[in-house]
């Protein structure tokens, strides 16, 4: 279904149905680009990250060549503001990268390193400029943090003077973590540990999202039903950043049955 002007809305049954729908839109996108002999340029998430098992065991069996696509990863904890966290520490997205996707990617089908782009502090113009030679980006995938955050870009304070505008514009930078995005992460992925959690952070800009091509947003945990529902329906504001999608030609939101429920 449609929502507003230009968000595609779907609903599928299970946690599960959410991951399988991202990988075939990732798969899409490149085998497209790969007939027409044109590189593929993918913003790519870690949270959600159940996908990209789907999405190596589809591009092993079916053969598909991801030599022509650039993987930009959204964002990356940090240990300081200036230092990001060892890419051998459990917690690195680049990590997580290399273990749930590259190396379950058959080495003749999986780009090579030069074209597994993370942001690094000191370098974040660098990784914008990267982006624009390269065409800018095809599809941007993520999910959706508890304060309406995409990638790591925190939503402002209410007293924050920022325009929407102004907040759309910011690239790739390094940025403190808000406590609800670190509690609600600890819960997730480390178990309650709340005093482990990175209160830093480099985030990929909500300029390069805003003007990829197509974005497409993984709603896969319950709780998300909350910050969704004012995603789509509260004023567009720099407070919820996920609300500037609504100014974005081509937005798909999938959604397990559990977080629709009750939102239109």
Not at 97 to 106: A, G, I
Not at 161 to 182: D, K, Q, S, W
Request: with cysteine.
């Amino acid at each position: 279904m449609k929502v507003g002007n230009n968000i595609e809305f779907k609903t599928v049954k299970a946690e599960w149905d959410v991951y399988f729908d991202m990988a075939l839109a990732m798969l899409e996108e490149i085998m497209k680009n790969n007939e027409k002999g044109k590189d593929t340029v993918m913003i790519v998430p870690v949270g959600p990250t159940d996908q990209y098992p789907i999405f190596a065991r589809l591009v092993n069996q079916l053969k598909v060549s991801l030599k022509r696509v650039h993987f930009f990863n959204m964002d990356e904890y940090m240990i300081t503001p200036t230092e990001a966290i060892d890419p051998e520490h459990p917690m690195s997205f680049k990590k997580r990268m290399n273990t749930e996707f590259y190396s379950l990617v058959d080495p003749e089908l999986v780009m090579p390193e030069s074209q597994r782009h993370f942001p690094e502090p000191g370098k974040e113009a660098e990784y914008d400029k990267l982006i624009e030679d390269l065409g800018g980006v095809d599809l941007c995938l993520g999910g959706l943090g508890i304060n309406g955050h995409l990638a790591f870009n925190e939503a402002a304070e209410e007293d924050d003077p920022i325009t929407a505008e102004e907040f759309g514009n910011l690239g790739t930078r390094v940025l403190p973590i808000t406590r609800e995005t670190r509690t609600i992460n600890a819960y997730g992925y480390q178990r309650g540990d709340l005093r482990g959690m990175p209160e830093w952070c480099i985030t990929i800009g909500m300029k390069q999202i805003l003007n990829s091509r197509s974005v497409y947003i993984a709603l896969n945990r319950p709780w998300q039903h909350g910050i969704a529902k004012r995603v789509l329906f509260d004023k567009i504001q720099p407070q919820i950043p996920a609300t500037l999608l609504r100014n974005h030609p081509d937005v798909k939101f999938c959604a397990t049955q559990e977080i629709s429920e009750g939102m239109f």
